[in-house]
């Protein structure tokens, strides 16, 4: 009898392991950069975005003073970034947000003469952007009263851009504050999602009240956000006057005999968000 020799071939074997390992790696590496490194850059998409709509609501602001200055009704469209996208190849979420304009009558600015039964009343409006981020803090930018506000979950309310207030100290403390009033349209005041809108605004009307004689006794600001436009005054106006401070209003009064002279020049500006035009 012939002996037969049998002979194994394990190469077949081997390079299947071999596919397996590779596979394996790949998905280790992928899983890892999943896990640790998409959050970060994640993260730093969003906080970019937030520096953007910042930036934009400068942008805004600029455009509502000078529609003010040249008492321009011509219409300014404004972009504004909602939120950031995801990124391809990879399981990551995409940031929203919501733009909305707040002309209720819960915030305003009231003013008590010197002399008895002098008062003004004028209405402190805002544009408002809230985000819905998923990696980096939520914030919320208000534009109020001309001054640009930042709001996150942590930590009071900051004035990211002063009001447009010029303050002259001396014998007589004159104050001079340019007060946009905004004014939404019914169906165009809100707008949510990941994408880009517009903001357009247009001035209207506007004047000036002039408040000298004997002066201003109280400015009393109620609004959502006392610490921010108290630290504002406060940057502006120093110790020349005094301040109260409550959970919704911020007042300045007189500190000694020097009289507080006012001139506020208020306008209105109509503002639409979103695509499409309402005349």
């Not at 003013?111 to 002098?118: L, M, S, T």
């Not at 409550?246 to 507080?260: A, T």
């Amino acid at each position: 009898m012939k002996n037969k020799k049998i002979i194994r071939k394990n190469h077949a074997v081997a390079g299947v392991i071999e596919a397996l390992l590779m596979v394996a790696l790949v998905s280790i590496v992928i899983s890892m950069i999943q896990l640790i490194y998409i959050p970060d850059i994640m993260e730093q998409r969003e906080a970019e975005h937030m520096d953007q709509v910042s930036n934009q609501f400068s942008t805004i602001k600029s455009m509502m003073e000078m529609q003010a200055i040249t008492n321009s009704s011509a219409p300014i469209s404004t972009m504004l970034t909602l939120g950031s996208r995801e990124l391809p190849y990879f399981i990551t979420a995409r940031s929203f947000g919501e733009a909305s304009v707040q002309d209720s009558s819960e915030s305003s600015i009231s003013i008590d003469g010197a002399n008895p039964g002098d008062q003004y009343f004028y209405e402190l409006t805002a544009i408002k952007y809230q985000a819905s981020n998923a990696y980096f803090v939520d914030q919320t930018y208000i534009l109020e009263g001309g001054g640009i506000i930042i709001e996150q979950s942590n930590g009071e309310p900051v004035m990211r851009v002063d009001p447009s207030i010029t303050v002259e100290n001396g014998s007589i403390i004159k104050i001079r504050f340019n007060l946009p009033i905004v004014v939404g349209i019914p169906g165009k005041n809100l707008t949510s999602g990941f994408g880009k809108c517009f903001i357009r605004t247009n001035w209207s009307e506007g004047s000036t009240d002039i408040i000298e004689s004997v002066g201003v006794d109280t400015i009393n600001i109620s609004t959502q956000y006392p610490n921010a436009w108290n630290e504002s005054l406060y940057g502006m106006l120093g110790d020349n006057v005094n301040y109260d401070e409550g959970e919704s209003y911020v007042k300045i009064s007189k500190i000694d005999l020097r009289p507080i002279y006012l001139y506020l020049d208020y306008y209105y500006i109509y503002v639409q968000i979103g695509y499409g035009w309402i005349k």
